[in-house]
C-alpha cells in the first residue's frame, strides 16, 4: 500500500511558476514509476509527465519545454515544477505512483491560471 500526497497548487496568474509536490508514504521502496496527471471541468483525465526510479521522463507534448518532473526517491518525493502556465493549465492535478501492477492515486490539488 502506498499513501500519496500533493500539495502546492493555488491560484496564479498566467505566465507565472508553480512547483507541486507529491510524498509517498507506505511501502515505498517497491514504488516504481511515479507520475503527474490533471483533470480539467469536464474533461478527462491526462497525463501530464511521468519519470521512472531511474529518472527517464516523458512528457504530454502540450507541456514539453514548460514543465519539468523529478524525483528525490530518499525523501519518496515526486515534483513537478511548471513554468509559462497558460489558463488552459487550470485544472486538478492527482500525483500517481506505481507498485507492482497497481496504481495509487493522491487527492489532487487544484492549479488554477487566471489569464
Known amino acids: 500500500q502506498v499513501q500519496l500526497v500533493e500539495f502546492g497548487g493555488c491560484l496564479v496568474q498566467g505566465g507565472g511558476s508553480l512547483r507541486l509536490t507529491c510524498t509517498a508514504s507506505?511501502?515505498?521502496?517497491?514504488?516504481?514509476?511515479m507520475g503527474w496527471y490533471r483533470q480539467a471541468p469536464g474533461k478527462q483525465r491526462e497525463l501530464v509527465a511521468t519519470?521512472?526510479?531511474?529518472?527517464?521522463?516523458t512528457y504530454v507534448d502540450s507541456v514539453k519545454g514548460r514543465f519539468t518532473i523529478s524525483r528525490d526517491n530518499a525523501k519518496s518525493t515526486v515534483y513537478l515544477q511548471m513554468n509559462s502556465l497558460k489558463p488552459e493549465d487550470t485544472a486538478v492535478y492527482y500525483c500517481?505512483?506505481?507498485?507492482?501492477?497497481?496504481?495509487?492515486w493522491g487527492q489532487g490539488t487544484q492549479v488554477t491560471v487566471s489569464s
Open positions: 519519470i521512472t526510479r531511474g529518472g527517464i521522463t
Open positions: 507506505g511501502s515505498i521502496s517497491s514504488i516504481g514509476a
Open positions: 500517481s505512483a506505481t507498485l507492482g501492477w497497481a496504481t495509487y
